[in-house]
């Protein structure tokens, strides 16, 4: 996947191979009431950059906000979408570089459009550099 911006392209691994057990996996360790096996959907996703976040939009159509799980762990961020009268959740997974901030990451979920905002640490953030001439 490339990560379009106007100024500069660059890459996010995704891990769509290893994401259905990682989410059957925690909703089987989750304890909560009986229900149905969900099968799995990779949602469509948008993703921009700039010098001081990269953002992510991910369209989750009938997702209501108490039905939207975001966890963060080890550089990976899980994000499961579940519709369970449709029997089917949204999931997806992505590997974030060490530039993100993790303790910044805000999430805004509007009209079935997920909408991620990952900051970047300051100190990893492109800055310009002044030469002086002597």
Not at 72 to 82: A, I, P, Q, S, T
Not at 104 to 117: K, M, N, P, Q, S
């Amino acid at each position: 996947m490339v990560i379009q911006n106007t100024e500069k392209a660059t890459t996010m691994q995704t891990t769509p191979t290893t994401q259905d057990n990682a989410f059957q996996k925690r909703e089987q360790s989750q304890e909560k009431p009986a229900r149905p096996a969900l099968a799995y959907v990779t949602p469509a996703i948008d993703v921009f950059q700039s010098d001081t976040e990269v953002l992510v939009f991910a369209d989750l159509p009938g997702v209501k906000s108490s039905d939207l799980d975001i966890e963060f762990d080890k550089d990976v961020l899980h994000v499961v979408g579940r519709r369970e009268a449709a029997g089917y959740a949204y999931a997806r997974s992505f590997t974030l570089s060490r530039d993100i901030n993790p303790e910044a990451i805000t999430a805004e979920l509007t009209d079935g459009v997920l909408r991620l905002h990952l900051p970047k640490h300051a100190s990893r953030r492109a800055r310009a550099i002044q030469v002086k001439s002597t």
